[in-house]
């Protein structure tokens, strides 16, 4: 059965695209750690990413650093977070998040809730930039 992320990209269930190319999706997490928190993806869902070839991990990775550039600009933070852990939802990802100190980054701090139109206002921000 295609991960939730895989109908996603399929456009069978919605998201705020942040951006795409023929082998990557990029999108807003829904219970976000911070405003602008991106989830990355490989369009060809594997579970793990280090099950990812070299190659396309590579390219992922430089697909990744576009969009947290893009959310470096658009949303005030100190950097970008990465974090990988794949728990939740098995098609890899990785997480892009805005911070300005360390301790947000932790896994217990209360996720944001955002309205409709708050998410679509960050994901219009973020693809300024792009
Ligand atoms: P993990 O697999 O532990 O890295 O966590 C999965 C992440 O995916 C969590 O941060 C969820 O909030 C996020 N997530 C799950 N379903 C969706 C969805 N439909 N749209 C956006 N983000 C999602």
Same mark, same amino acid.
């Given at each position: 059965?295609?991960?939730?992320?895989?109908?996603?990209?399929?456009?069978?269930?919605?998201?705020?695209?942040?951006? @795409?190319?023929?082998?990557?999706?990029?999108?807003?997490?829904?219970?976000?750690?911070?405003?602008?928190?991106?989830?990355?993806?490989?369009?060809?869902?594997?579970?793990?990413?280090?099950?990812?070839?070299?190659?396309?991990? $590579? @390219?992922?990775?430089?697909?990744?650093?576009?969009?947290?550039?893009?959310?470096?600009?658009?949303?005030?933070?100190?950097?970008?977070?990465?974090?990988?852990?794949?728990?939740?939802?098995?098609?890899?990802?990785?997480?892009?998040?805005?911070?300005?100190? @360390?301790?947000?980054?932790?896994?217990?701090?209360?996720?944001?809730?955002?309205? $409709?139109?708050?998410?679509?206002?960050?994901?219009? $921000?973020?693809?300024?930039?792009?």
């Amino acid at each position: 059965m295609a991960s939730i992320f895989s109908r996603i990209v399929a456009g069978e269930i919605p998201s705020y695209k942040i951006a @795409e190319n023929d082998k990557f999706f990029a999108f807003l997490d829904i219970n976000p750690m911070a405003k602008g928190h991106t989830l990355v993806i490989p369009k060809h869902e594997v579970d793990y990413i280090f099950d990812i070839d070299d190659t396309t991990l $590579a @390219e992922m990775t430089v697909f990744a650093k576009q969009v947290a550039e893009a959310i470096k600009k658009a949303i005030p933070c100190q950097r970008v977070g990465v974090m990988v852990l794949g728990m939740e939802v098995p098609h890899a990802h990785i997480h892009l998040i805005p911070i300005v100190k @360390e301790s947000d980054m932790l896994l217990s701090n209360p996720k944001l809730k955002l309205e $409709a139109p708050e998410f679509e206002e960050i994901a219009h $921000a973020i693809k300024f930039y792009l």
